[in-house]
């Protein structure tokens, strides 16, 4: 019953992370610096401006074939761009604590390492033992179905499996 949920509601889960991310980063920040200005102007505000930094450095994207290490990088700056941006929502008058900001900075590149990073290992881990895997058909001549064969047995974690081949040549069927 569950097996093959997550490949049939693939979209509803980008978009749940894509809402819920900014709601969460918004939440720490509101604790730590004990701002409660939810559904205020800053707030929307504030959620928008997440909601674009993070879609532009694009941890949204697939990583199924992509080196799971280059989302790290993009981790740091998102973490590090929030931060900044944090100093415009904090108010200057009264007096802050360092340790504040970087306790966020933490906790943000904590939450996005883990929603991103770790649950993309975790997919590759299942996709190994052949769950969460997409059927494709193979439209090519024999060599190239057998490189192609080669790379996903090399790389199971793809999570790719070829169910029809097609030749345009007689022969390689024939063979």
Avoid at 74 to 95: A, E, G, P, Q, R
Avoid at 100 to 120: E, N, P, Q, S, W
Avoid at 125 to 153: D, H, M, P, Q
């Amino acid at each position: 019953m569950l097996r093959g949920i997550l490949k049939r509601e693939s979209l509803v889960f980008n978009c749940f992370q894509k809402l819920i991310d900014p709601i969460i980063l918004i939440s720490i920040f509101s604790i730590l610096f004990k701002k409660t200005y939810f559904f205020s102007t800053e707030y929307i505000f504030f959620f928008v401006i997440t909601i674009f930094i993070l879609n532009s450095n694009r941890i949204y994207e697939s990583h199924r074939i992509k080196n799971l290490f280059s989302i790290i990088p993009k981790i740091f700056y998102i973490c590090s761009s929030l931060t900044i941006l944090n100093l415009f929502f904090v108010d200057l008058n009264n007096t802050f604590d360092n340790s504040t900001f970087i306790g966020f900075f933490i906790l943000c590149f904590g939450y996005l390492f883990l929603h991103h990073f770790l649950v993309r290992v975790f997919l590759r881990r299942i996709r190994r033992k052949g769950f969460n895997s997409r059927k494709a058909i193979f439209v090519g001549n024999r060599e190239t179905y057998k490189k192609l064969l080669e790379e996903l047995n090399r790389y199971p974690w793809i999570g790719y499996k070829i169910i029809f081949w097609f030749s345009p040549n007689s022969k390689d069927i024939e063979d």
